[in-house]
């Protein structure tokens, strides 16, 4: 089923309940860049996240080197942002949390 693309305006209130998520310059989407300890740690991550986007029928562009893991999300179909995107990158969020260096953690927080 097609996603309904979110206004503007709620694309900016759900960012501001995010940590970390920029809006890309075009609107149509958002990314954040996670480090971690180790590229094992990196490799968890994106494993839990990608079960997580099995289960919402909803996959992230991702991009890693070593123990840091870029990620866009953005709903092709519906051209540009839906409540999916928000809902796997809280989850995304959630996953990172017990994986991430304590320096990272409080950077993670502001």
């Given at each position: 089923?097609?996603?309904?693309?979110?206004?503007?305006?709620?694309?900016?209130?759900?960012?501001?309940?995010?940590?970390?998520?920029?809006?890309?310059?075009?609107?149509?989407?958002?990314?954040?860049?996670?480090?971690?300890?180790?590229?094992?740690?990196?490799?968890?991550?994106?494993?839990?996240?990608?079960?997580?986007?099995?289960?919402?029928?909803?996959?992230?562009?991702?991009?890693?080197?070593?123990?840091?893991?870029d990620?866009?999300?953005t709903?092709?179909?519906?051209?540009?942002?839906?409540?999916?995107?928000?809902?796997?990158?809280?989850?995304?969020?959630?996953?990172?949390?017990?994986?991430?260096?304590?320096?990272?953690?409080?950077?993670?927080?502001?």
């Amino acid at each position: 089923m097609k996603q309904e693309k979110l206004s503007p305006e709620t694309v900016t209130e759900n960012l501001h309940k995010m940590d970390g998520w920029v809006l890309a310059e075009d609107g149509l989407s958002i990314w954040k860049t996670f480090r971690f300890k180790s590229f094992v740690e990196a490799f968890g991550f994106m494993s839990e996240c990608a079960l997580a986007a099995e289960k919402f029928g909803h996959h992230p562009e991702w991009f890693n080197v070593y123990n840091k893991v870029d990620v866009t999300l953005t709903t092709h179909d519906s051209g540009g942002l839906t409540e999916l995107d928000f809902k796997l990158a809280a989850r995304m969020d959630r996953a990172a949390a017990g994986r991430m260096p304590d320096h990272m953690k409080e950077a993670h927080l502001k």
